[in-house]
């Protein structure tokens, strides 16, 4: 049995038909349609389009386009700007001069700069946890019953 707590007074527990029975009205809800689009379908074009193919830049892009995964973007924005987002940080880490390719696009830069600021972000909040402070957090949890 699974319980969920909201507050210390109110539990609610669920069975797992409970769960099963919730997930199926999520997927009628959705009338089956469980076609999801990536960011990595449109990756590869864009980077031979761009004229990109330096393999430490696609596999830099790559990796980009994997963390974005952790991020709620997904959710949010279009896969083909999340790919556009992670090409521009790339290149702008890379030094390699695409600004012409993408005066070429007819996509809006303010959206895939912003998308690339909430990457950068991510990166900055995540490089605050040091591994001497969650080794300080486990031993704080550790220590305290």
Same mark, same amino acid.
């Given at each position: 049995?699974?319980?969920?707590? *909201?507050?210390?007074?109110?539990?609610?527990?669920?069975?797992?038909?409970?769960?099963?029975?919730?997930?199926?009205?999520?997927?009628?809800?959705?009338?089956?349609?469980?076609?999801? &689009?990536?960011?990595?379908?449109?990756?590869?074009?864009?980077?031979?389009?761009?004229?990109?193919?330096?393999?430490?830049?696609?596999?830099?892009?790559?990796?980009?386009?994997?963390?974005?995964?952790?991020?709620?973007?997904?959710?949010?924005?279009?896969?083909?700007?999340?790919?556009?987002?992670?090409?521009?940080?790339?290149?702008?880490?890379?030094?390699?001069?695409?600004?012409?390719?993408?005066?070429?696009?007819?996509?809006?830069?303010?959206? *895939?700069?912003?998308?690339?600021?909430?990457?950068?972000?991510?990166?900055?909040?995540?490089?605050?946890?040091?591994?001497?402070?969650?080794?300080?957090? &486990?031993?704080?949890?550790?220590?305290?019953?």
């Amino acid at each position: 049995m699974l319980s969920l707590s *909201v507050d210390a007074d109110e539990k609610f527990r669920y069975e797992i038909k409970d769960i099963l029975e919730m997930e199926m009205k999520v997927l009628e809800a959705l009338n089956f349609y469980l076609v999801v &689009f990536h960011p990595y379908r449109s990756l590869p074009e864009f980077l031979q389009d761009s004229g990109i193919n330096d393999t430490s830049m696609t596999h830099l892009t790559w990796g980009l386009v994997n963390d974005t995964y952790r991020m709620d973007l997904i959710l949010i924005h279009p896969p083909f700007l999340i790919t556009l987002a992670c090409i521009y940080i790339a290149s702008v880490h890379k030094e390699k001069d695409i600004r012409t390719w993408f005066e070429e696009l007819s996509v809006d830069m303010n959206i *895939v700069k912003n998308i690339a600021m909430e990457i950068l972000d991510f990166y900055e909040n995540h490089r605050l946890f040091t591994e001497e402070r969650v080794h300080a957090a &486990f031993n704080k949890l550790a220590t305290n019953p």
